[in-house]
């Protein structure tokens, strides 16, 4: 079975400082882990994703996320926030290996900028 | 390329009433896949179709929902009759790939529901 827990539901931060999006997730198979971005009146945006290749992972608009299988954990982060990345973030986990069509979406962390 | 398209964005129904929702999938892909959020809670599968047989429908509340996609291009949901507790917001998603992890998903921007 899987799961994903995010840990904050609303991380507020002021413009230029590092992000820091806390996920973890659960998994009897080898995962397939994600970050999505939902910004208002807007559809889900794949930010980035792991698929067993590198433990680093970057994606668009300057984030990244490293997978750690000791920890469980695939923390989202960025060095310095801007004003356009208030929105509410999603961890996702699936398994590698299936051909299952769920994806477990985390109850989401809305991110606030503070000016 | 267009992307997925949901109507309405917004609809607001009275307890009772029905309402249909609406996707319009990436033109060729042959999965279209539905999700909800309701009540500010994790966003949920609800039934995936491969053009247009349901290939997994184990997400789907109740008899009161009822998912077509004939023709294998776009898809409607329909909540007859709607409850209270069926706010949220309906996601639609698209893929050309096979089902397995969602790299190869288009998400539309979302119905929001809203039963009064």
């Known amino acids: 079975a899987q799961s994903v827990t995010q840990l904050d539901s609303h991380v507020s931060v002021s413009e230029g400082t590092p992000v820091l999006l806390r996920c973890n997730y659960s998994?009897?198979?080898?995962?397939?882990l994600f970050w999505y971005v939902q910004h208002p009146n807007k559809g889900l945006q794949l930010l980035l994703k792991y698929t067993s290749a590198a433990t680093l992972v970057k994606g668009i608009n300057g984030f990244e996320a490293e997978f750690k299988k000791s920890e469980t954990s695939f923390h989202l982060t960025k060095p310095s926030a801007h004003m356009s990345d208030a929105a509410e973030y999603f961890c996702?986990?699936?398994?590698?290996?299936?051909?299952?069509?769920?994806?477990?979406f985390g109850s989401g962390t809305r991110l606030s900028i503070r000016p | 390329e267009a992307g997925v398209t949901q109507f309405p964005s917004h609809s607001v129904i009275e307890k009772g009433q029905t309402v249909t929702l609406r996707c319009d999938p990436i033109s060729g892909h042959d999965n279209l896949y539905w999700y909800r959020r309701v009540m500010g809670k994790e966003i949920k599968f609800l039934l995936h179709f491969v053009k247009e047989s349901k290939q997994d429908e184990s997400g789907m509340p109740n008899n009161r929902f009822l998912a077509e996609r004939t023709g294998g291009t776009y898809s409607t949901l329909k909540v007859q009759p709607a409850e209270l507790e069926d706010s949220g917001v309906y996601f639609c998603?698209?893929?050309?790939?096979?089902?397995?992890?969602?790299?190869?998903?288009?998400f539309g921007s979302g119905t929001r529901l809203t039963v009064v």
């Open positions: 996702v986990v699936t398994p590698t290996y299936s051909s299952a069509s769920k994806i477990i």
């Open positions: 998603a698209s893929s050309q790939e096979g089902p397995g992890p969602g790299s190869g998903y288009t």
């Open positions: 998994s009897s198979y080898s995962p397939s």
